[in-house]
């Protein structure tokens, strides 16, 4: 499967942004988003099952970042409100082909990478 993930941009402190990421068909795996700042290792961000009925968050990002998925569209978005300069990072979408339900942080888990996109939250 492809994924192609898209909507980062350029935002202030306190902003907002969707991002999106478009799967080349129907999945039935787990899905991720993950970061990566400059300078620093890439990072889990959140997760969602194949139903959408389990999410996990990071603690960094919990009560302002949702995940949720379409799989109609086979599409999974990460919500991402009251940003601050720190969630700066390049952003990638992730598909863990071995799991419907477990969502795992650890991204060698994840099978499928889309390319990323960039997120830069100015202070």
């Known amino acids: 499967v492809q994924l192609q993930a898209f909507g980062g941009g350029l935002v202030q402190a306190g902003g907002f942004l969707r991002l999106s990421c478009e799967a080349s068909?129907?999945?039935?795996?787990?899905m991720g988003w993950f970061r990566q700042a400059p300078g620093k290792e890439r990072e889990f961000v959140a997760g969602i099952s194949w139903s959408g009925a389990t999410t996990y968050n990071v603690d960094s990002v919990k009560g302002r970042f949702t995940i949720s998925r379409d799989n109609v569209k086979n599409m999974v978005y990460l919500q991402m409100n009251s940003l601050k300069p720190e969630d700066t990072a390049v952003y990638y979408c992730a598909a863990d082909s071995s799991s419907l339900v477990r969502v795992t942080t650890t991204q060698n888990d994840y099978d499928y990478w889309g390319q990323g996109t960039q997120v830069t939250v100015s202070s």
């Open positions: 068909r129907r999945t039935r795996h787990v």
